[in-house]
C-alpha cells in the first residue's frame, strides 16, 4: 500500500503533526508519521527518530545526544536522506517545521523523484527557499504562523496542505505521452542551434530544453539520474565557465556526473564557453577590471573567456567526459562557439577557441564509444544542427 510520509519534529511539533495526518486520513489518504526530532517526542510516531538514525553514517547515536543542536541537526538530515531515497512504499511526503525542521525534511525531500509529490509547509517559505529545494520539485508552503502549537491559523493552513498532498498523491503519474524523452541545454546564444535540433527530433522524442543557468544543467541531470531520460543532447556547456571562473550560473562540480553514472547516450558541445556571466557591471569581481565585456542587459554582464582559461575549460570538461562509458559525440564547431562568438561579432576570438579546441582533443581519451569531432561550421549554423541529430541518431541506433 502506498503511503503519504508525515514528516516532522515530534518533540517540538507533535500536536501539528497529529493534526495533519488526521487530516489526510479524513481526506482519504493512508499517512505514516516519521519523527525526525532530536529530543523525546511529545506523540508516538509510527517511525520514530531512532529508526531513521540507523540509516545515518557513524556518529549520528551520539549527535543526537551530545546537546549540540546544530551537529545533531545535521547528522539527522545526513539520515533522513539515505532514509528517504530507500522508501518504495512511499505515495507523497509532507513535511512541517521551523529552521531546523526545514533543513532535515528537505534534505531528504532532495533524494526523492522528480514527480513524486511533496509539500515542506516551513516558517521560511516566504523567503529564499533556494538552499532548501535545490532543483526538486518541492513545493514550499508558508506557515503563516509559526508552529508553537493549533491555532485558527495554522488548523486552515494545515488541513489546506493535507487535502493537497492527498489530491498530488492520488493523481496517476503523467509520462508526456509515448515518446521517450531527451535533455537538451540552450542559452540565448545557442538558441538557433537547439531550436533546430528540436525541429528535427521532436516528432520522435520529447523534447526538454534547460536553461543553461546553472539549475537548468542540474535539473536536467537531476532527470537522468531518476531514470526519466533517454538522452542528452547538451549544447550548451557554459555553466561551466561560472563553475570554474565564478560566475553567477555555475555547474557544480558533478556536471557530466549523471551522464557517467546512467551512461545514457550523449551529444555534446561547446555552446557559450566563449562567457562568463555575472549581474549588473558593478557587481563584477575587481580582479576581471580591463577584461573584454559585452552587456547582454542591465543586469547581465558577460565576459570573453580567454585562451587560458578556454584550455582550462577544455581539460575540465575532457576529464569528466573521460568517466563517460556511454555513448558519447562531441562536437565542435570550428567557426564559433556562441551568436557573440562569431566573425565581426563582440566576442570573436580564434585564439581563445583553439585552445578550448585542442585542450579537449587533447584531452578526450577516443573509443569506438567516445569520439569527438571538428566541423567547419558555427554552433548556429543549420547543418551544425543537423550534425548533432545525425550524430544522436548514430548513437541511439
Not at 131 to 137: I, K, M
Not at 312 to 331: H, M, S, T, Y
Request: glycine share 12%; aromatic share 6%; proline share 5%.
Amino acid at each position: 500500500m502506498k503511503r503519504i510520509y508525515v514528516v516532522g519534529t515530534a518533540d517540538t511539533k507533535g500536536e501539528e503533526l497529529a493534526y495533519l495526518a488526521g487530516r489526510i486520513a479524513a481526506a482519504g489518504g493512508t499517512p505514516i508519521i516519521v519523527d525526525v526530532g532530536t529530543t523525546k517526542p511529545l506523540i508516538e510516531p509510527d517511525i520514530a527518530t531512532t529508526e531513521v538514525a540507523r540509516y545515518g553514517p557513524a556518529g549520528t547515536a551520539d549527535a543526537l545526544v551530545s546537546g549540540d543542536r546544530g551537529r545533531a541537526v545535521a547528522a539527522m538530515a545526513a539520515a533522513f536522506a539515505r532514509f528517504a531515497s530507500a522508501r518504495n512504499d512511499m505515495a507523497g511526503i509532507i513535511g512541517i517545521g521551523g529552521g531546523g525542521g526545514t533543513s532535515i525534511v528537505t534534505a531528504g525531500m532532495r533524494e526523492l523523484p522528480l514527480g513524486l509529490p511533496k509539500i515542506m509547509v516551513s516558517t521560511l517559505a516566504s523567503g529564499d527557499v533556494s538552499p532548501y529545494v535545490g532543483v526538486s520539485d518541492i513545493v514550499m508552503m508558508p506557515s503563516v504562523t509559526d508552529m508553537a502549537g493549533l491555532n485558527r491559523i495554522s488548523r486552515v493552513i494545515l488541513a489546506n496542505a493535507a487535502s493537497a498532498i492527498v489530491a498530488m498523491a492520488d493523481r496517476p503519474g503523467e509520462n508526456g505521452g509515448a515518446k521517450p524523452a531527451i535533455g537538451l541545454t540552450m542559452f540565448g546564444v545557442t538558441t538557433p542551434c537547439v531550436t533546430g535540433i528540436v525541429e528535427r527530433l521532436k516528432s520522435d522524442y520529447d523534447c526538454l530544453v534547460f536553461h543553461a543557468t546553472g539549475t537548468g544543467g542540474r535539473t536536467m541531470e537531476k532527470l537522468a539520474d531518476s531514470g526519466l531520460l533517454s538522452g542528452v543532447v547538451d549544447m550548451t556547456t557554459t555553466e561551466v565557465c561560472d563553475y570554474l571562473f565564478g560566475g553567477v550560473l555555475p555547474a557544480t562540480e558533478d556536471r557530466f556526473g549523471a551522464i557517467a553514472r546512467t551512461r545514457l547516450p550523449y551529444v555534446g558541445s561547446v555552446g557559450a564557453l566563449d562567457m562568463i556571466n555575472f549581474w549588473a557591471p558593478e557587481t563584477v569581481p575587481e580582479k576581471y577590471r580591463g577584461r573584454l565585456f559585452y552587456n547582454h542587459n542591465s543586469n547581465v554582464t558577460l565576459m570573453r573567456t580567454t585562451a587560458d582559461e578556454c584550455r582550462a575549460i577544455g581539460e575540465w570538461i575532457g576529464k569528466k567526459l573521460n568517466a563517460c562509458e556511454g555513448p558519447v559525440r562531441f562536437l565542435i564547431p570550428e567557426k564559433g562557439v556562441s551568436a557573440l562568438d562569431i566573425e565581426g561579432g563582440a566576442f570573436w576570438d580564434p585564439a581563445a577557441d583553439a585552445a578550448l579546441f585542442e585542450a579537449l582533443e587533447g584531452t578526450i581519451r577516443q573509443t569506438p564509444r567516445r569520439r569527438i569531432e571538428r566541423m567547419p561550421l558555427h554552433i548556429n549554423d543549420p547543418q551544425f544542427a543537423e550534425a548533432a541529430v545525425a550524430a544522436f541518431h548514430e548513437i541511439t541506433a
